[in-house]
Every structure is written in C-alpha cells, then in structure tokens.
C-alpha cells in the first residue's frame, strides 16, 4: 500500500511535468493524472488501514479527502483554468497538506503545504481577491491556533492525544481558519482553488475534537449553522458571489462537529457531499446533503437541549433555502465525461450513505432500505415507460402488423 501512496502523491506531479512537456496536452494530462490520484486515493480508502511513507502517511479520512480534492481538479471547468499545469501542483499540495505526518496529521505541515495550494490555485486560474484574500487570512489563524497549541502542548499533533486540556480557543481559531479557506474554495464551483473545499473541511474536521469535547461547544455551533443558513439563502441574490451548495453545505458540517451529541459522522457526510456539488454544478446539488441533514438530525434529536434545536432549525433553514434556490435554477449543459466518477459517487451518497464506513457510525440504516426500495421503485418505472414508449419489433410485429390506413377504410 505504501506504493499506492506515492503513486496517489506523484500522479498529478507527473501529469504538470507532462503538461510542461507536451502544452498542447496540458489539460488533458492535468485531468488523466487527477482521476489516476483519485484511483489510488481510492484504492486506499477501501484497504481502510494506515500506511506510512517517510513524512506521509493515509488513514480513511485522509483518503477519502485527497479522492475528493483529486475529483475536483478533474473535473474543472476549461473557462476557470487558464494554466493546468498549475492546477495539478496544487492537487499535489493539497495531497500532501493532508497526507502530512508520520502517521497523524501534523498541523503545521499541513498549513504550509495549504499556502502552496493556495498560491499555485491562483496561479492555474484567473487570480480574485475574493479567494486569495479569505485564504491568506484562514491561513494565518489557523497557523496562530497550531503554533499556540505547539507552544503548550510541544506538539504540532492534531488532534491532540489528549483533549481534556485547556486549548478549545486554540483549537476554535484552526477551525475558524479552515471555514475561512472553504468560504475561498467556494468561490466558483469546478474551479482550481475548488481544492481548498475538502482540505479546510479536513482541518477542521482534525482540531474540531479539541473543540467539541464531550459536549460541543453551544455558541460556535449557532454561530456556523446561521453562517450556513446565511450562505444558502444568498443563493437568491444577485450577482451571486459564493457557490452557494457548497458553501453553506461545508459551514453546516462545520457547525456539526462542534455541536453537543455525536454530530462527527452526519459531518463527515455533509463535508462529502459538499465536495461532491463543488464538482458538479448541478442544480439538484443540494440534495447531496440530505444523507447527512437526516443524520444530523437524528443525532440532534436524540442529544435533546436547546443548543441541538437551534442548530437544527438553522439546518432545516439551509434545507429549504437551498431547494428552494435549486427549483428556481436555469438548465444547465449535459455533464462531461470526466465528472462520470463524482456522478457516481455522489449517486452513491444519495442511495446507502449507510456504506460509507470511514465517517464512523451513523444512524441512516432505515434511510438505506428506503432509499433502495425507491431507487428499485424508480427503475422498474422507468424501464415500464421505455417499453411502453418504444415502436413495435421483432417476431410480434411480423406476426401481427398494424392495420394500414387503407385496410381499416375497407374494413368500415
């Protein structure tokens, strides 16, 4: 598996060095080299274990958020990227962010490979002041959180072993920071800086343990879930400024792992399917997010308070919000080829969540056997109306053929 990793890391390193050498084929290479690191990244995350190369290493979680950063970039928009040999450094930073660490993640490692990310994002595409500027400051207070933590703890570890010590606030700016940089990724979806979306919701996801100890911490989780319900009802302004599903898809993740009860799994679900409509541009995107609002809803329910109730009024709001949005949206082109695999994947999130291991335990099991039942529902339906829709052929209508218009003048 060891090789898988280096393969996963250098795959999109191998495609800018193709791209430099051939620029005819530069596109194309970023894009092959990406869906490979996504195979390999894949691959990784079906073993499950941990594996171990030098400074690097991949866990679940890691795998799955490289595999997502990998499908982003491979499915980029040829409008948003102006020089893809680019693109493809910042996949391999952005691998490399969280991949850092022997076999856990190592903060600052992560952040200075995040500024690389950032800096070459940039550079593939058409540089804006409103993601440059968000992710230099995200940067920054997420460094200001690590260092502190270091200072305390002689350990740039996240999370820390032990989380029972007095670092929440440290912790909380790491978080703040990784929202600032998804809020930078969000600004256009399929586009470079797109990467910055999974590799802030891994930073948070990692500090947020120190965040949330045994009973969350009540006021960041409302702040995150109105910044979320703020997000999704912007999706009604003009001109738009965010890609409006994946924003607020990702700040309500984030305000799930820092909420009371075990919100971490429902998370992980919603900083998946954030990705994933990050990837699409679809305009039913948003429904990616239902897996994890019903598990965030369960798990809400089942912790009970006044914190757990606000929260899930502000997600129900994000919910019609975005629905709303999405209804009101204008047709868009067919998909390319290269979005099949996040096409898949996200078709997958919908239909057995449940299966999806490496976010933890989660209560969706009865949303599993629905959702089969519907998926078998719908299927059977749809192949009743193709053959119902089609024309007449083979040994029946030889034996039988319709009346001609002449027979049946004769026939009255």
Known sequence: MGVLLDLAIAAPVIGAAAGVVVPEWAER??????LGAAAFWFALLVDGSVVSVSHLHSAPLVAATACGAALLVATVDDATVARPVWAGVALAAASVAVA??????????AVAA?????ATASLAGRPSVRVWVPAAIGLAVAAVGIIALRSATNSWQ????????????????VVAGAALLVLAGSHRARAPSAVLVPAGAFLATQAAPMVHRADGLAPAAIVLAGAAAVAAVGAWARPRVLHHPTAALALLAFAALVAPGA??????????????ACALELPATAALGVPGGGALAVALAARGGATPFVVGALAGVVALALAAAAR??????????????ALVLGAWLLVAPGTWGWVGPVSLRSYDVGAARALAGAALCIVTLVLLGREPGGWYARAFPPD?????VVRH
């Not at 850092?100 to 600052?108: I, L, Q, S, Y």
């Not at 995040?114 to 950032?118: K, P």
């Not at 032990?162 to 912790?171: F, I």
């Not at 001609?404 to 049946?408: L, Y």
């Open 158 to 173: 996240l999370p820390l072993a032990d989380v029972a010590g007095s670092h929440r606030g440290d912790a909380l700016a």
């Open 100 to 109: 850092a660490g022997r076999t856990a993640t190592d903060g600052m490692g």
């Open 404 to 408: 001609s218009p002449g027979e049946d």
């Open 114 to 118: 995040l500024a690389v990310a950032v």
């Open 29 to 34: 290479a970023m894009r092959l080299a990406a």
């Open 328 to 341: 009101g949206e204008r047709p868009v082109p067919r998909p390319a080829m290269w979005s099949a695999p």
């Open 263 to 276: 919100t971490r799994a429902p998370a992980l679900l919603l900083a998946a399917a954030a990705t994933l």
